[in-house]
């Protein structure tokens, strides 16, 4: 039986965990160290930390509590926000991070994900791109936490990165973000049948039926943050992980 990464994604503001809706609406979920614990007891397969001010505030994410956090941790984890030279990356894989994710330096400087790639190896660098529809309802990537139009196009901007070294890219839909709606399936079939590399879905999971579709859209891994902390019709906070073990994946 095989099942693909399901991956639970926390992002870090000021000082505590949140969860957005179309990366705004920030509510409030609880404290990182104590989610991490909880997910160490319901043995996730991985874990993902974003810090999602650490880009406009001109910063990387707290090199102390990674380090805080790979002391705790059981899972492999990654690690994400406003990375953007080597001695970052140097000093976040040395606190316990397996992988760094960058995002807005590395789309609008290719290079860096080269330099980093070559220093570090690829399976060590993951590309978050984040995209949603322009007036024309043309797929453009975005950064800055969604405030920046790029103005490029999402499968060109996903072929460069892929073509700069990294070991895999996470597709993040900002339309999509907090909706627990599903995933943007066509996007994901889309950019997947044109990498070679893996592609993480992240945006809209609300269901084991969405991860599966994810999945079935050609996804390597499902990541998702509403999913793993939400219940109920009323989103009460419960940091959770389904067994997803018993669901056959083979199919496609």
Not at 209 to 231: H, K, M, N, Q
Request: hydrophobic share 40%; net charge neutral; aromatic share 8%.
């Amino acid at each position: 039986m095989f099942r693909p990464r399901i991956i639970p994604v926390l992002l870090l503001h000021k000082n505590g965990l949140v969860k957005t809706t179309k990366f705004g609406a920030h509510k409030y979920v609880g404290d990182p160290m104590n989610a991490v614990r909880i997910f160490n007891n319901l043995k996730v397969d991985e874990l993902v930390l974003l810090d999602i001010d650490a880009t406009t505030e001109n910063r990387s994410i707290s090199i102390d509590l990674v380090k805080e956090i790979g002391e705790e941790a059981n899972m492999p984890f990654s690690v994400g926000g406003g990375i953007r030279d080597i001695e970052t990356i140097s000093k976040l894989t040395t606190a316990g991070a397996e992988r760094v994710i960058l995002s807005s330096y590395a789309i609008e400087n290719l290079e860096f994900v080269k330099k980093a790639a070559d220093q570090f190896g690829s399976s060590t660098i993951s590309v978050c791109v984040d995209y949603k529809n322009n007036r024309w309802r043309k797929q453009n990537v975005y950064t800055r936490s969604g405030k920046y139009n790029t103005g490029k196009d999402l499968e060109s901007v996903a072929i460069d990165i892929q073509n700069s070294g990294a070991g895999e890219i996470i597709l993040q839909s900002i339309e999509k973000d907090g909706t627990m709606a599903g995933y943007d399936l066509d996007m994901i079939k889309k950019i997947s049948g044109s990498l070679s590399i893996p592609l993480i879905a992240l945006g809209g999971a609300g269901s084991i039926s969405d991860i599966e579709a994810g999945y079935r859209a050609f996804a390597t891994g499902l990541a998702a943050g509403s999913f793993f902390v939400f219940t109920g019709k009323y989103r009460g906070i419960l940091i959770q992980y389904p067994t997803i073990k018993v669901y056959d994946f083979n199919e496609r």
